[in-house]
């Protein structure tokens, strides 16, 4: 199958190993019935490839059900890849004893997706943040309350002392997002992945907390890996913007190429149905398309946005799966349109 | 021409009792609305947009306080109407509301169609089945669902299938204002944009008059003529959707579009430093002082509503009663 790589915007030096490197992943999930007879497999990820350099980062967004969890939770080693490879730092992470795991797992923050369900009721903040470290080995308590001291700082968790001792549903929505950010600072990461952080707040605390992220990012040089399902947002943070559909990823492009001109028609219509507040939006309809995402047990064939798709080439599109076209420097699509002319 | 006030609230207010005081969740709350225009209340979650609804449609929790002042609909003190009869003239026949996450209470083992139908013949004794059924086919189309959907269950619908069928309940006995409570903060982009397609289709064929109770001030732009800002139980804002979303008059709405991320405009993005102050025992002087970078003396004072011109109304020391802008 032809999965020709989209150049990074930004020239890499030739020797720089990416941080993570995913490679054709795809993660299945075996839906049972009765809990023995096999009724289907959901495809939750269905062949993913990208690079991610140090200090980078990208956002992915789509739409709930296109796969951005199992994304986040495969590169994590929550759920184990059906097919497929994740390479950190240029290992195999199938190839790591129970040492390395651990070494891999202090190296990668998580803010998952649901505040709520993150943060246990019956701990205390600094247990809480205690946590990690003891899992990790990091057992001298002044080694401990530096880096609590340090992480509450950098989240604006302040003054400390009024925050160690409280429980998480005394914290107002932000502030329990920040904790949950400065948990997964804690173990000093060189890559975050956060999904959906914002989704659940209000406006003014969204960008708060999307601030705070990009100011961890300047000044740690992480790579982050920003989930989302709001199009507005992105352009805050990332460099890049991988759009998914249907357990794939569909475009690859520039953060600036893409607002300028998204390429793929799904892309296009997430922009489109995007509102900036504006009173002329009172004057005309929204293009965009009708129906439902794919069902995952039973993908379409070909391309998997054809069903829903304006601009379908019939007898292609709904026929063969389109490879991932490069369009120039900075974006790329998998989608028939691009391709070029023999 | 003259234009037609469906709606004027006057003084509203709605407090709930509680263990550690009264919640002033709607605080003398009072705007007009014409027929046929949509107003979106927007304010962070926990300011009162529900509890304003609710008081609309004195759909009241049993721990109340204080609900008093008058909500005239169509020249009629609606406060004044017993319960029965709020309920049998008021309530889904001439209001209806579509609550929020309402497309997750529908009825699991009823078909759509009998769920739909039931209020109709409900609230007519006189109606035939086969007239309600020939109403519920038609506002399955107005949202534009295939009518053989209604002999479906709700499961076998998708969410954004489902809130539509809420909105054909709400819609079926041709209410003259009908209230969305977050219609679409649940749903996908598309569906959601789908969704607004749908009510904006609404709004121009039937000039039917909806309040639209959402955070997201970039979908209310879709529907809204008219916002209404909302902050701590306290309408401080009700301006024309023409200017407010470049010119809000509040320092608060004003702080609040800022924060608001654009797709199509590069803008720097602002937040608001701390937390709105609790409804219980909330400050003496304007409710929005301790964050407002345009505080001055007087606004440890009460701030009552200055009427500006083209009737919009703003509650903010900085606007006198002549609408002139005096410390901004
Ligand atoms: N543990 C699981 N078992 C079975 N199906 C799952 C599981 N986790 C996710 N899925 C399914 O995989 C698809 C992708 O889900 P998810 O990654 O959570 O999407 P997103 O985060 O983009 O909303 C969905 O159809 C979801 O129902
Ligand atoms: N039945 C109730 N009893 C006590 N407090 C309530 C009740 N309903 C709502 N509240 C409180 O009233 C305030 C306004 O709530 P609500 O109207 O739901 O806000 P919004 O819809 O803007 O998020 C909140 O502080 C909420 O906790
Ligand atoms: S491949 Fe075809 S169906 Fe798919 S998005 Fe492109 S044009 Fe549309
Ligand atoms: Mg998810
Ligand atoms: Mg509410």
């Excluded at chain 1, 804690?186 to 100011?215: F, H, N, T, W, Y």
């Excluded at chain 1, 922009?271 to 439902?292: H, I």
């Excluded at chain 2, 997750?104 to 086969?130: A, C, F, G, T, Y």
């Excluded at chain 2, 007087?298 to 900085?318: D, F, R």
Aim: glycine share 6%; aromatic share 8%.
């Amino acid at each position: 199958m032809p999965n020709v790589a989209v150049n990074l915007p930004q020239e890499q030096p030739e020797q720089e190993v990416p941080v993570l490197r995913v490679e054709n992943l795809h993660t299945w999930f075996e839906i049972r019935r009765m809990g023995f007879i096999k009724a289907g497999v959901v495809r939750a990820l269905d062949g993913v490839s990208f690079e991610l350099y140090q200090g980078e980062t990208i956002s992915i967004v789509g739409e709930s059900g296109c796969g951005k969890s199992t994304l986040a939770k495969t590169i994590l080693g929550i759920h184990h890849p059906t097919k497929g490879a994740i390479y950190f730092e240029n290992r195999n992470l199938s190839d790591l004893d129970k040492q390395g795991w651990k070494k891999y797992r202090s190296s990668v923050g998580y803010i998952q997706q649901d505040p709520y369900g993150a943060l246990p009721p019956f701990m205390s903040v600094q247990r809480i943040l205690e946590e990690p470290m003891k899992i990790n080995g990091i057992s001298n308590k002044k080694e401990q309350a530096k880096r609590i001291r340090q992480v509450m700082e950098e989240v604006k968790l302040a003054p400390i002392e009024d925050f160690l001792y409280k429980f998480p549903h005394m914290l107002s929505g932000g502030q329990q997002q920040r904790l949950v950010i400065a948990r997964a600072m804690i173990l000093g990461p060189k890559l975050l992945i956060a999904d959906e952080p914002v989704s659940m707040l209000d406006a003014s605390v969204r960008v708060e907390i999307l601030q705070l992220m990009q100011g961890l990012q300047k000044k740690h040089n992480l790579g982050i890996i920003y989930i989302t399902h709001d199009l507005s947002t992105v352009r805050y943070f990332s460099e890049r913007i991988f759009s998914m559909y249907g357990a794939k990823i569909i475009e690859k492009s520039a953060t600036k190429a893409l607002l300028k001109q998204p390429r793929h028609p799904y892309t296009q219509a997430l922009f489109e149905a995007t509102s900036d507040p504006d009173a002329e939006n009172l004057k005309s309809f929204k293009e965009v398309p009708t129906g439902e995402p794919p069902s995952l047990m039973n993908p379409p064939k070909g391309c998997r946005f054809h069903p829903r798709c304006s601009k379908i080439i019939k007898g292609l599109c709904d026929k063969e799966m389109p490879p991932e076209f490069k369009i120039n420097e900075e974006q790329g699509a998998a989608c028939w349109l691009y391709k070029e002319d023999e | 021409m003259s234009k037609k006030i469906l709606l004027d609230v006057k003084n509203l207010k709605l407090y709930f009792r509680t263990r550690s005081g009264s919640v002033q969740a709607v605080d003398d709350v009072s705007f007009r609305l014409e027929a046929g225009k949509t107003l979106a209340v927007v304010g962070e979650s926990g300011c009162g947009k529900t509890s304003l609804a609710k008081a609309i449609l004195r759909l009241l929790p049993r721990n109340i306080s204080t609900y008093s002042g008058s909500i005239i609909f169509d020249g009629e003190d609606i406060m004044k109407y017993s319960d029965e009869k709020f309920r049998r003239e008021i309530r889904w026949s001439n209001i209806a509301m579509v609550p929020q996450a309402s497309m997750n209470s529908l009825n699991p083992v009823m078909r759509i169609e009998d769920q739909l139908i039931e209020p109709l013949l409900l609230h007519d004794r006189h109606m035939s089945k086969k007239k309600a059924l020939d109403r519920v086919n038609e506002v399955f189309n107005i949202v534009g669902l295939p009518t053989d959907f209604l002999r479906r269950y709700p499961f076998e619908l998708s969410g954004g299938m489902r809130q539509r069928a809420t909105i054909a309940m709400a819609l079926a006995s041709n209410p003259k204002l009908v209230v969305l409570d977050e219609p679409s903060s649940a749903l996908d982009l598309l569906t959601q944009a789908n969704l607004m397609n749908v009510l904006k289709k609404i709004k121009h064929e039937f000039n039917t008059t909806f309040i639209l109770i959402t955070h997201d001030i970039g979908t209310a732009s879709e529907l809204a003529d008219e916002i209404a800002v909302m902050y701590a139980g306290e309408m401080v804002e009700f301006s024309s959707a023409d200017y407010f979303y470049t010119d809000a008059h509040h320092p608060y709405s004003r702080k609040l579009m800022a924060s608001v991320p654009t797709l199509r405009e590069d803008k720097e993005l602002q937040f608001i430093p701390g937390q709105p102050p609790s409804l219980i025992n909330p400050p003496q002087g304007c409710r929005y002082s301790a964050r407002c970078e345009k505080r001055f003396e007087k606004c440890s004072m009460h701030p009552k509503t200055t009427e500006l011109e083209h009737g919009a109304q703003v509650k903010c020391w900085l606007y006198d009663e002549t609408g002139e802008v005096k410390h901004a």
